[in-house]
């Protein structure tokens, strides 16, 4: 026979219980946590899923740095053709014997002149518009090499209206462009554009259209240049006057670091480039 109380068998009851429930509580709490553990793995494996579905989201742009040579070789075609009697050309320029040959040699002006393009397996155009500014009887750049559909954006910073046009009416009619206005133009397909002014004939300029160029940059005075790009392999390649200049080279781009050194230099002034001994 129980000899036992209510009270005591309740307070009994009442030892018992909680530690039973404790050991319920904490059953239960870690069902939860592995349950909330496999809810965060399974909404992180849907984002990183959704992030692969997106074009390019996924892949973090690399900033590969190299140095371009070969630079006085380069030759701007403007100011060549300005010294020449013939041309019939205002200048204050006079040859002097104290100054050497390669110093009279009139070299392109590299940061502007000379493009540098990373040309992959297919290039595609930006968003937003490429510019191309009209100041001082120039354009900057005066080389652009862009991928097929590239809007171009023609910003007029003289004081004057200019009349520019493409060479052999390929798709860019001479529109005058009023003093800081702008004129905006899509190339109609892959190919070079020699940029012209009615007004002005020392602004030259060329668009190249190159269904591979990915992505472009130019260089400093000390040929020193950076271009972004995704991990992959690629061709740099020099461009100048709308053409392709020296000798083209192999960039394998990893997906890190973030800055990356090409080793081997971008030689631009070889394999047909032009020659010094055309500036004296």
Not at 79 to 87: G, H, L, M, R, Y
Not at 134 to 151: C, E, F, K, M
Not at 214 to 219: D, F, I, K, M, Q
Request: charged share 20%; proline share 10%.
């Amino acid at each position: 026979m129980d000899t036992r109380s209510p009270r005591s068998a309740g307070a009994q009851h009442d030892e018992q219980g909680p530690l039973a429930g404790a050991a319920r509580f904490g059953s239960s709490s870690h069902r939860g946590r592995r349950t909330a553990g496999r809810s965060r793995f399974v909404r992180r494996l849907a984002l990183t899923l959704a992030i692969l579905t997106v074009p390019g989201a996924a892949l973090a742009a690399v900033t590969i740095k190299g140095r371009t040579t070969g630079m006085p070789k380069l030759l701007n075609p403007v100011w060549n053709e300005a010294k020449d009697p013939k041309a019939n050309r205002y200048t204050f320029r006079e040859p002097s014997p104290t100054v050497r040959a390669d110093v009279r040699a009139l070299v392109g002006y590299m940061p502007k002149e000379l493009c540098v393009v990373a040309l992959g397996e297919k290039g595609e155009p930006q968003l937003t518009p490429r510019t191309v500014v009209i100041s001082g009887g120039r354009t900057t750049p005066v080389t652009l090499v862009v991928a097929p559909g590239q809007r171009i954006q023609f910003e007029n910073h003289d004081p004057f209206p200019h009349k520019i046009y493409d060479v052999g009416n390929k798709g860019l009619p001479p529109v005058e462009i009023a003093a800081a206005k702008t004129r905006a133009w899509t190339p109609p397909g892959p190919g070079k554009y020699e940029i012209r002014d009615q007004l002005a004939p020392s602004v030259r300029s060329w668009i190249v259209v190159e269904p591979k160029a990915v992505a472009s940059a130019y260089p400093d005075r000390q040929g020193s240049f950076a271009i972004e790009v995704e991990a992959g392999t690629y061709t740099l390649q020099g461009y100048f006057n709308g053409e392709p200049v020296g000798k083209a080279v192999e960039a394998v781009v990893k997906a890190g670091p973030e800055q990356q050194l090409l080793r081997e230099p971008v030689v631009v002034g070889e394999a047909g480039g032009p020659g010094a001994e055309a500036g004296k």
